[in-house]
């Protein structure tokens, strides 16, 4: 159980668009999701706290011009990187709270989507 | 200080060996604690999963709290070539933060 997907797992863009990332989960529905950010041999950065039905809560320093978050369903997130530049060429995970059974009130991650931004 | 310290590594073991990996952590609001594994260029996968003091086993892996000293393990056992990956703590307090902390993330090498 608790299993989260994402889509695309990679994606190459020109400078200047933007590319929407999909945060799904699977198997349960999740209130509440969350994206990252992570660079080589770095650990993860949260970008957002994604609530399902209200606006995205962003941390500081993150664009939340730049990087869109809608959560319009309990088993759907959407990340959107707008005029994306090559600086926003990152590893992006999302993840999903969930309450299991042995497990308590957690994260579940997604598989993570590959930005490269030419 | 940073809220959870965790040694970057990289650690290398030959396969079979008991693994210890640690975090230390300075906010005494932390109840729950939690390790992940993430191989590379994938998602973290929730391995343990512990609330407040004591242990817990499963399987080859044992997590343990020692929240007098805001010290936490992850032991491997009989490691495998498979473990190769890098694992990180995470944390959160009791007081409805959803946010996890992490820890930097050690990266283990069970050779063959």
């Known amino acids: 159980g608790a299993v989260v997907s994402q889509h695309p797992s990679r994606v190459i863009c020109k400078s200047g668009t933007s590319v929407k990332i999909e945060c799904r989960s699977l198997d349960f529905q999740a209130t509440t999701m969350f994206w990252y950010r992570q660079f080589p041999k770095k650990s993860l950065m949260l970008m957002a706290t994604s609530n399902e039905g209200s606006k995205a809560t962003y941390e500081q320093g993150v664009e939340k011009d730049k990087f869109l978050i809608n959560h319009a369903s309990l088993t759907l997130s959407t990340l959107t990187v707008t005029s994306a530049h090559p600086e926003d060429s990152s590893f992006y995970i999302c993840?999903?709270?969930?309450?299991?059974?042995?497990?308590?009130?957690?994260?579940?991650f997604g598989p993570g989507t590959r930005l490269t931004v030419l | 200080q940073k809220e959870v310290e965790q040694d970057p590594g990289p650690l290398s073991v030959p396969e079979g060996a008991i693994v210890s990996l640690n975090c230390t952590y300075s906010n005494s609001a932390f109840q729950y604690f939690m390790w992940y594994r993430q191989y590379s260029r994938k998602g973290p996968e929730l391995l343990m999963y512990t609330y407040s003091s004591g242990n817990k086993e499963d399987g080859r892996f044992t997590a343990q709290v020692d929240k007098s000293s805001k010290y936490i393990s992850l032991f491997i056992r009989d490691s495998q070539p498979s473990d190769s990956a890098t694992y990180l703590c995470?944390?959160?307090?009791?007081?409805?933060?959803?946010?996890?902390?992490f820890g930097k993330g050690m990266k283990l090498t069970v050779n063959p």
């Open positions: 995470a944390m959160k307090d009791q007081g409805g933060s959803e946010k996890l902390v």
């Open positions: 993840s999903a709270r969930a309450i299991t059974s042995g497990k308590g009130d957690t994260q579940y």
